[in-house]
């Protein structure tokens, strides 16, 4: 496991097992630095709900959700641990939502949390907010690539589109503009809206 030597060591895990998790399942590293940032457990933490389900561990996987899991052996005691685990099964499950779900990429990830539409809004609004900062973070640190939310949610394997030159997208925020080839579609969704950040490099 690489150490990122300007985060506090509370943090190391966190960031270090969302970057894994999101290479192995092939999602942007913004997205799920955004989602554990948000669910911002901790091991052995469990978190009751009103429905009497609890939310459990590091990235506060919900017993409900568990419940299905269960025929795989999978438990609230494995994802309630430290370790790179819980971060796994959850970008698996960030996947599974946006590869099947339907909304646009930041509603799908958004279902994590709740398909309840207003607390769906509100969690998508912040996993947004969040993963801006992190995508400029992860830039300063690795070779990154953009990728359009259409290739994010296609189940076809994306094709990596690399980054050319700064172009000022809808959230006022610098991103790249889309080498060729790419349709003039494609390039225009990707300068009017936020594309995130996937990792193409080892750290620099």
């Not at 060591?9 to 998790?21: D, K, L």
């Not at 607390?119 to 609004?125: D, F």
């Not at 790419?182 to 300068?191: D, E, F, L, Y």
Request: with cysteine; proline share 4%; aromatic share 8%.
């Amino acid at each position: 496991m690489f150490v990122i030597a300007d985060l506090p060591p509370a943090e190391q895990e966190r960031v270090v097992c969302s970057i894994i998790a999101a290479v192995k399942y092939e999602l942007p590293a913004n997205i799920v630095l955004a989602v554990a940032g948000q669910e911002g457990g901790k091991p052995g933490q469990w978190m009751k709900n009103k429905n009497e389900t609890y939310d459990v561990g590091p990235m506060q996987f919900n017993t409900g959700y568990l419940a299905d899991l269960s025929k795989y052996g999978i438990t609230a005691q494995d994802v309630e641990k430290s370790g790179c685990y819980s971060y796994e099964l959850a970008a698996w499950r960030i996947r599974s939502h946006v590869l099947n779900d339907k909304g646009d990429l930041w509603t799908r990830v958004a279902n994590y949390h709740s398909r309840t539409p207003q607390h769906n809004a509100i969690y998508r609004q912040k996993i947004m907010q969040r993963a801006i900062k992190w995508a400029d973070w992860l830039n300063e640190r690795f070779n990154t690539y953009n990728v359009s939310q259409e290739a994010v949610t296609n189940k076809n394997k994306a094709t990596a589109i690399q980054e050319s030159k700064a172009v000022s997208t809808a959230e006022g925020k610098t991103q790249a503009s889309l080498q060729a080839p790419t349709t003039s579609r494609a390039r225009s969704h990707a300068q009017t809206s936020y594309t995130p950040r996937t990792i193409t490099a080892k750290q620099q």
